[in-house]
């Protein structure tokens, strides 16, 4: 069983920046794939960002390419997600989730993840 613990959210402007992070507890995320997603108040979970096992696959939802970064460390076991830029509709609770069957691929679709954070609140104000 692979916990997984988000970090870094918090409230910030328009314009600012966040780094989040996911890490693991019991296993090193090492061999997973990772994803990151978000939940606004009143909408479904939204894909954001994923990659793959070694780091060198990544992928982007539209609204967030060119101002979010997915990045590894395998070394310490953690996936960050660089968030600059931010706008007042980035805000959203964010969710890692962590995949491990097809770690070599970047996975996008939140059903094919076995499992998943509590989520970290991101506010950006205007």
């Known amino acids: 069983q692979v916990q997984l613990v988000e970090s870094g959210g918090g409230l910030v402007q328009a314009g600012g920046s966040l780094r989040l992070s996911c890490a693991a507890s019991?296993?090193?995320?090492?061999?997973?794939?990772i994803g990151w997603f978000r939940q606004a108040p009143g909408k479904e979970r939204e894909f954001v960002a994923a990659?793959?096992?070694?780091?060198?696959?990544?992928y982007y939802a539209d609204s967030v390419k060119g101002r979010f970064t997915i990045s590894r460390d395998n070394a310490r076991g953690t996936v960050y997600l660089q968030m600059n830029s931010l706008k007042p509709e980035d805000t959203a609770v964010y969710y890692c989730?962590?995949?491990?069957?097809?770690?070599?691929?970047?996975?996008?679709?939140?059903?094919?993840?076995?499992?998943w954070g509590q989520g970290t609140q991101v506010t950006v104000s205007s």
């Open positions: 990659v793959n096992w070694s780091g060198g696959r990544t």
């Open positions: 019991g296993r090193t995320l090492s061999t997973y794939a």
């Open positions: 989730a962590a995949e491990d069957s097809t770690p070599y691929r970047v996975v996008v679709a939140d059903v094919e993840y076995d499992y």
